[in-house]
């Protein structure tokens, strides 16, 4: 139907009468300028009515960005380990983490929680991240004087935020045992951890290899609170 009212407007337009004075002139190209916009118009209904849903362009990304400081930081901190993304499905960053050595990156108000979390402990390595929950926020990872590998994490401030240990995965409770085994059956563990959130609360994550692809389940009691699946990438950073 569209088509066709194209046709008879362009039609329409190729008879118009010629007018030789200069009012009736204006009015003829007024008409022009009117009917050439309501082709314009209809041609706009025929491309939408007649598209296919494939043939839409696709989205132009918002463009995502990273936490500037910590990829600055990627570049000039010492003994750079690695940088680590966490993400929601949709894309949108959920955690960013920095591993490395410098410890003049860190405040020293969370360096100075050590020995308060962790009394006589070695320190192993420091990370810088950004969390959508806490905002900036930096870790500690340490040896225990008893050999335990564990780490606790604070705001610029000093306040805890949690702490967190490597565990043995037998000693993972039973309802966390039964709903791993549930979510993935036949997964290798391994590792396990138990972190504790200043206000108590307490999680236990899970790390599986299950058919070649490697998973990390969250825990909270036995409910699942999250499932993300480990995919190895690579970052290149401009030199500031």
Known sequence: MFRASVGVFALTLGSL??????????????????????IAALKQQVATLSAK???????????PSLDADIVRAASTAEGVQKLKL?????????????????????????????????????????????EREHGRLFEVEVTTKDGQECEYSAKPDGTLVYSECHIDPKTLPEAV????????????????????????????????????KVHELYYEGDKLIRHELVIPAQLEVTVP
Not at 17 to 38: F, I, L, N, Y
Not at 53 to 63: C, E, F, K, L
Not at 100 to 128: C, F, M, W
């Open 86 to 130: 966490e993400c929601e499905a949709d894309g949108s960053l959920r955690e960013l983490s920095l591993y490395h050595n410098d410890k003049s990156a860190l405040p020293e108000p969370v360096l100075a929680l050590r020995e308060q979390q962790y009394p006589g402990s070695q320190i192993r390595a420091y990370e810088t991240e950004y």
């Open 17 to 38: 009468p010629a007018c030789d004075s200069g009012a009736s002139s204006t009015a003829a190209d007024a008409k022009v300028v009117e009917r050439d916009r309501e």
């Open 177 to 212: 045992r039964a709903a791993v085994t549930a979510k993935l059956p036949g997964a290798e563990i391994l590792e396990a951890e138990k972190k504790t959130y200043a206000d108590g609360r307490t999680v236990h994550s899970v790390e599986l290899r299950a058919a070649g």
């Open 53 to 63: 849903p494939g043939d839409a362009p696709p989205a132009t990304p918002t463009g």
